[in-house]
């Protein structure tokens, strides 16, 4: 058990010099946990900090935050810090969940993950952090690094610092923190980013870490809990019906009641077809929704994707600048294989050419962008291109 303790010790204490102290996110996950034991043992004066983002009175929502709260308090106790409980209600009420109503009534599919790690917990929270617990840096328990290293042992003020992958690329998380803003990045920790998800229960086995030793990660959106999304979305869209409609044979084959509670490559079960039928794409001028038959139909299979305005979380890549054309990596979902393709900017944003075929491009989602172990950074998509015969240069 040592072993997995001695060289991070060692960076740690070499930063120790500079950063003192250090406010942890602390979510009564496993993960938090083992951070917060690696910063304590090496000597760091640790603040635990638990951020309850929704207001679990909303008859329409839900929130674990009780039961997470009080396993956030035992590892606190047993680790001997301070936990400190804050609350961004307000917060992630106008920057999160009014952008994802607004995007699910314009026919999008949002990331609200992605945006609350933009928005509140490497925002809020570290100015939160900064102004009122008199901290020198932050850390949280992602699977996650950085060009200045887990512990900011190679920090540099004057350098930019760069977003880099985890050891365990199954858990990585850079893609949930594909939009976060650099000057908080810089002074951001991730203790367990050279551990495997295997050793971080491991290390909290053996330290007495009970209560979440073997806790399940969280999924899905906090605050929905076990309800189905679209019984929770229809609280606060108002209910629009309108028509299931075949690409192929123009045939209306159902009826929906709304477009809010369906996204693109999604299987929309209809009673009395041969063939299970995949939402294609929505039309808010009818508020009519087209399918396909069958999830390998190659009209949900595309290459050619076009983004808003993106965010370059070091800088934008020289690649561009001086070659126009970008070589790197692309994914839109998180549990996805990277996908190498070729990147131009346009007037509006970015134009992505995938190297092969994805299934269920969606607008809204966000295209994240890696090259060498490094995420880049992500841009909104905005539209796809669908089944259409095509040129380039790229």
């Known amino acids: 058990m040592q072993k997995l303790f001695l060289p991070y010790v060692f960076e740690l204490n070499k930063c120790a010099k500079m950063f003192k102290k250090v406010a942890l996110g602390i979510s009564g996950g496993v993960d938090s946990a083992v951070a917060a ?23 329409a929502g839900f929130c674990s935050d009780e039961k997470d709260f009080e396993d956030a308090t035992f590892v606190c106790r047993k680790l001997d810090i301070p936990l400190h409980r804050v609350y961004f209600i307000k917060e992630y009420w106008n920057e999160v969940f009014t952008v994802l109503l607004n995007e699910y009534e314009n026919g999008l599919t949002p990331n609200p993950d992605i945006l609350c790690n933009r928005f509140i917990k490497f925002d809020s929270f570290f100015e939160h952090c900064r102004n009122n617990l008199g901290i020198d840096v932050i850390a949280t328990g992602h699977y996650a690094n950085t060009s200045f290293g887990p512990f900011l042992d190679k920090y540099n003020e004057n350098e930019g610092v760069r977003l880099l992958q985890p050891k365990d690329k199954f858990k990585d998380q850079t893609f949930f923190l594909s939009q976060i803003k650099q000057f908080s990045l810089r002074r951001c920790m991730f203790p367990i980013a050279n551990l495997m998800k295997s050793q971080v229960r491991e290390i909290a086995k053996k330290e007495g870490l009970i209560n979440v030793a073997n806790k399940k990660d969280s999924t899905g959106i906090c605050f929905i809990g076990k309800r189905r999304f679209q019984h929770f979305i229809e609280e606060y869209i108002e209910t629009r019906k309108g028509n299931f409609i075949d690409i192929d044979t123009g045939q209306v084959v159902g009826e929906h009641s709304g477009l809010h509670k369906w996204t693109v490559g999604q299987r929309c079960c209809l009673a009395n077809w041969k063939n299970a039928y995949f939402i294609f794409k929505k039309d808010l001028d009818t508020n009519d929704i087209y399918v396909v038959a069958g999830t390998k139909h190659p009209a949900i299979w595309n290459n050619l994707c076009f983004t808003g305005t ?35 900017n346009n007037s509006q944003g970015l134009t992505i050419l995938l190297d092969n075929n994805v299934r269920a491009l969606t607008e809204g989602q966000y295209a994240v962008l890696y090259k060498n172990g490094e995420c880049l950074g992500s841009a909104k998509i905005k539209e796809v291109c669908r089944n259409l015969d095509f040129q380039t240069e790229f």
């Not at 004066?45 to 008859?59: K, P, T």
């Not at 070091?314 to 600048?321: K, Q």
Request: with cysteine.
């Open 37 to 59: 034991l690696l910063l304590k043992r090496a000597g760091y004066l640790v603040e635990g900090v638990f951020m309850r983002n929704w207001d679990s009175n909303y008859e």
């Open 310 to 344: 993106p965010h370059w979380i070091h800088s934008e890549p020289i690649e561009l600048t001086q070659n126009n054309v970008l070589k790197c990596c692309f994914r839109f979902q998180h549990t996805k294989p990277l996908v190498a393709c070729r990147i131009v």
